[in-house]
């Protein structure tokens, strides 16, 4: 069993940056694919991004090329998601979430761990 703890959220303005980490312990995340996901106010937890247990298989619900990037240091048994350009809709609970298969999926139910989740408020 894999236990993971996001990090890197906070209060930022539109327009930032923001790089949230998510650290694993108890058990190599090589062994599975991982996934960002975010719940707003009032909104269902919605896919972000995935990224295969290789890092060769990427998934994103985000329409703009290269504003949300998700990588992974299997070496350091860490996820990370990129996120450029903040907009206030991004305002969110975002968790980081580790599948037992070798590629991700975009819907919740298919991940088995999941983290508590950093809060990401991005104000106008």
């Known amino acids: 069993q894999v236990s993971l703890v996001e990090s890197g959220g906070g209060l930022v303005q539109a327009g930032d940056s923001l790089t949230l980490s998510c650290a694993a312990s108890?058990?190599?995340?090589?062994?599975?694919?991982m996934g960002w996901f975010r719940q707003g106010p009032g909104n269902e937890r919605e896919f972000v991004a995935g990224?295969?247990?290789?890092?060769?298989?990427?998934r994103y619900i985000e329409p703009e090329p290269g504003r949300v990037i998700v990588s992974r240091d299997n070496a350091k048994n860490s996820v990370y998601l990129q996120i450029a350009r903040l907009k206030p809709e991004d305002t969110a609970v975002y968790y980081c979430?580790?599948?037992?298969?070798?590629?991700?999926?975009?819907?919740?139910?298919?991940?088995?761990?999941w983290g508590q989740g950093t809060q990401v408020t991005v104000s106008s």
């Open positions: 108890g058990r190599s995340i090589s062994t599975y694919a």
């Open positions: 979430a580790a599948k037992e298969s070798p590629n991700s999926g975009t819907v919740y139910y298919e991940y088995n761990y």
């Open positions: 990224i295969s247990r290789s890092g060769g298989n990427i």
